[in-house]
């Protein structure tokens, strides 16, 4: 899912893809070569893995019964394609292969996804604009080792990657751990050395574990939310599929991450050395570029560094040492995060998908002496009609949350103050959206709010639970059309 | 708890002991030496840590308010006190740390324990009989590294010791690994080199864990139970405390055991080298010695390699890959294991005490393709009156069951086939103690049914269980005097 904040529109990909009614099959021939190598109807499909907004174009990208493709189309009549071209190194062939991709302002397309049909040749891989297209060595398990990648951002001089991947730093069995990677985005690879690769890929270790004499890993990340005005990252991490279920969510600040970076590199010299940290040759590297003779442009550095010291030493740690959020027995998909303003200050609602297909609103830690607050629990299906999470969408502007389903999406008004009929109910919902208003004598958002110092809100403690409440939502209506201004055609809703 | 065979009873060492009414209290002047050192008054009392049937006498340790002492005491009037020696090296100061000892028939004590007063320098510790006193080295991590004893038993040429303990051999963070080790019997030490000090030491990783891709691992042994006529070592195994309670049940043969130490050391040449693989230099080492020049009786093993290679490379697997029985939110602290023979085969009874005081009962998997089957799970105590379970004896003479809690011995009789009462639940209840007798119309023991081929048991598939049935146990009775034949004193029963 993605917004057209232009239009208005939610965008929505799904299987064999619905986009304004602009279908986007895949042809027989092309299902045909894919059942021929063994794969099944369900997947022989075009599932859309990409959906960028792009100015006034969307670029989107789908399997293709495991050849995938990407077009280009006007984002106000989806109909219209400017042009298609491969979706290699951009959309993973296998519809269960998770990827991850941005486009920056100037038109780079940042992808980071399984590159072939079987999904043993990860990359981190840049093409499109106007800079030369460069990937992640390739089969070099120093630099990607079985990667699931989980999002992407494109912050100041870098594009950043989150993902989890096979730790490669230790002898004491198969373990994943989770990462950042990063890489500038001048970077125009080496010369000789790192010819089509880049040279600035580094990436460091996410650290969200229960602390105690020996900690309790939160090893897998499963997804990220980034606020850029504070800089700040939210992480929902899961232990091991192998594992008893359990979730966490950890907060990291932008600069905890470029810490790490700036710090030194763990380095093994060879297979019969131990892991060991080498002071990083340029701290505070920011994509600085020489230009002297052949090596014009060339990030300043080394490439004989650049091909070796990959991983950094520091693991990055989150804002505080005990994660925002825990939770044993389930494990959370999807994160997204509002930020409040309450009656005396901001407030953070992070918004959890689970595995069992229900949404928590926890309230974020206030501070670093503070828990975190469970809210509510919201049941998105009747019992036992319950259906897996595919994506989470939160629009602040409008205050929704748009929850993806197989075959719907659903929306949540973030402000629901009127079900709570009582001051009582209200004030003790400690929900930070919503005061009592002493003159309307009902509850209210702060902006419905007559006055401010007439509005009620005690967030000081976590509520009394246990209280199931009809929310009152009403059911998803068929898809229709839109209706443009500007022309263009119609999009679901 | 032990037991003497020849007497038929059952000793129990309670704090300041009671022991056919022998009481062993701290004298006045040790205990306000143990407050003076900033203990509590609990702390401050003697606790029987080791309690050893050697022939007729018998070898009991207290901590005696952080002094530990040991007496031998005659088995048949335990108010007769032989010799009374220091408990250092035999028996913990604390009396929160774990111990272990075993006497051999040559009248060595083997002990493991915390030799000092912080409880920062653990040993195992051979000390008594006609053979030279010797330890692991001090204040050594590769040796030990702040171990959790659990149990020895002496078995042909060895003694073995089995524990847990901060793992050595990798970097990725603090982690808890269960170990066998084990010294030669005849061992007398190092000359020059290793004086007083174990030359057959060594110790190997014991693996139960669940399999996957990324296998999960129950790094932490609790307690053993050896069935020496298989050579089949029972071992339960939890996580770590600041992780998610979940507890495992896994087997050994001896025979993997040894497999282990026969093969190749894992060994790290200095801290910047990763551990690898070192060649065994005595491969199939069974203690055999060297009798040549000032070297006289020393084992064959070479001294310096004694002194760095302590560490098997290859793990101890268990009999089959997946532990014999799982479960998660709980922690077992207590196996003891019978040998049943039912209508058609031997069985294996595994008696599992959990940290929230009740007893499992489980069917140990028939084969190497079937499961496990929790066939009832006993409660010891009124709801909402659970204790921890201290100790867990099986005398399998008696076919009994002894649960030791703060204040009481509780003795739970193994065969109760005669509460069921019809052919249906006697069958069903898939016990294999108990059959139908088609002649008595009764559900009977096999020893009481008439003919075993009209005794019907079917022990196909794990019963269906959510049924509560009344164990009919009678109160425990007070303690009362035991009268010996022989003369003596008298035992708690």
Known sequence: ???D?????????TVCVCLQEAEWHCD???KGACFSRGKSEEECQNY???LLVNGNRLFTCGTNAFTPICTNRTLTNLTEIHDQISGMARCPYNPLHNSTALITSSGELYAATAMDFSGRDPAIYRSLGGLPPLRTAQYNSKWLNEPNFVSSYDIANFTYFFFRENAVEHDCGRTVFSRVGRVCKNDIGGRFLLEDTWTTFMKARLNCS?????????NELQGTFYLPELELLYGIFTTNVNSIAASAVCAFNLSAISHSFNGPFKYQENSRSAWLPYPNPNPDFQCGTIDSGTYVNLTERNLQDAQKFLLMHEVVQPVVPVPYFMEDNVRFSHVAVDVVQGKDTLFHIIYLATDYGTIRKVLSPLNQSTGSCLLEEIELFPPRKRQVI?????LHSRSELYV????QVIKIPLKRCSYHKSREACVGARDPYCGWDMLLKKCTTLEESVRM???EQSISKCPVRNVTVDGGFGHWSSWSMCSHSDGGGSAGS
Chains 1, 2 share one sequence.
Request: proline residues 8%.
């Open 1 to 3: 899912m993605t917004f």
């Open 5 to 13: 904040p232009g239009q208005n529109e939610l965008i929505v990909g």
């Open 404 to 407: 993806g389903v197989r075959d």
């Open 390 to 394: 595919r994506s989470l969408l939160i």
């Open 48 to 50: 859309i893995r990409v």
């Open 453 to 455: 110092s007439q509005w």
């Open 28 to 30: 027989e021939f092309t």
């Open 210 to 218: 229960r602390p105690g004499e020996i900690p309790f890993n939160y």
